[in-house]
C-alpha cells in the first residue's frame, strides 16, 4: 500500500525530548529521534484514547505497519518512508539511558526566527503571520551585516521599508529586544500550538504554556 502524502521534509521536523522523569528537555530532529530509538537509548510515547503507553523501536516500527493496514491515518501525522514499509513519526520519546544527548543548535531560519521574536515585530510590535514576516538585517547587508541570530530580527513590512539600508539608530527606530542566539525552548513554546505537537502541551510547565498562548 502506498501511502498518498508527502514524506520528504519528515526528518525535519521536531520531536520533543523528555528525561527519565517526564520531564522536557529540549529538541531534537526527527533523523536523531529515530538514531536514539534505534540504540535502546529512547522509547516513544504516545497517547492512545487519553492513556499514555510506551514502544521501544521494534514495538513502534509494528505499530506503524499495523496502523497502515487499518489506514489509521490522521492528517496531523507523519510518516518515514524505510526500505520495508513507512513508520510514523513519534512526537515524544523519553531518554531511557543516563547517557547524555547532545543538545543539537538551532539552525537559523525563517521559523525559527519566528519562534524567538514571538511572532512580532521587533520595531513596532504588531502580531505577524509568517506571511506578513519580512527578516531585517539590524546593521544592513550594505553596511557588512551578516545573516546570523544577532544581528536579524522579524519586521512587518512598513517597518523593513521605513528602516531601509540604515541602523536603527539612524532611522530613528528602537528595537524591542536585542537579537541573540535563541534556545530550543522558544520554538518549543511556538510549536506547540501546531495541532500536530498537541501532545507536548501535555509535558510543557505551565508557564511555557501560558506564554506559547498568548503569543499565539
Known amino acids: 500500500m502506498t501511502i498518498a502524502r508527502p514524506m520528504k521534509s519528515a526528518l525535519n521536523s521536531h520531536v520533543l525530548v523528555l528525561n527519565r522523569f517526564f520531564m522536557a528537555v529540549h529538541l531534537v530532529t526527527v533523523r536523531h529521534a529515530f538514531l536514539l530509538l534505534y540504540r535502546n537509548c529512547a522509547e516513544v510515547v504516545d497517547q492512545e484514547e487519553g492513556q499514555f503507553a510506551h514502544y521501544d ?5 509494528e505499530l506503524s505497519v499495523l496502523r497502515e493496514e487499518i489506514d489509521d491515518f490522521d492528517l496531523d501525522l507523519e510518516w518515514v518512508q524505510t526500505v520495508s514499509h513507512p513508520i510514523q513519526v513519534p512526537r515524544v520519546i523519553r531518554l531511557t539511558e543516563f547517557e547524555q544527548v547532545a543538545r543539537q543548535t538551532l539552525r537559523f531560519s525563517r521559523r525559527n526566527l519566528f519562534a524567538r521574536d514571538k511572532q512580532r515585530c521587533q520595531y513596532c510590535g504588531q502580531n505577524l503571520t509568517m506571511s506578513q514576516m519580512s527578516m531585517d538585517h539590524v546593521i544592513p547587508r550594505s553596511l557588512g551585516g551578516e545573516t546570523k541570530w544577532d544581528n536579524v530580527v522579524c519586521s512587518c513590512v512598513d517597518c523593513n521599508t521605513r528602516k531601509g539600508g540604515r ?3 539612524q532611522a530613528r527606530m528602537q528595537l524591542k529586544t536585542k537579537p541573540i542566539r535563541p534556545s530550543h525552548h522558544s520554538l518549543i513554546d511556538i510549536s506547540v500550538n501546531h495541532p500536530k505537537y498537541a501532545i507536548w502541551q501535555i509535558f510543557l510547565p505551565q508557564v ?3 506564554e506559547a498562548t498568548i503569543a499565539s
Open 57 to 61: 523501536f521494534n514495538t513502534w516500527q
Open 167 to 169: 541602523t536603527p539608530k
Open 208 to 210: 511555557a504554556r501560558q
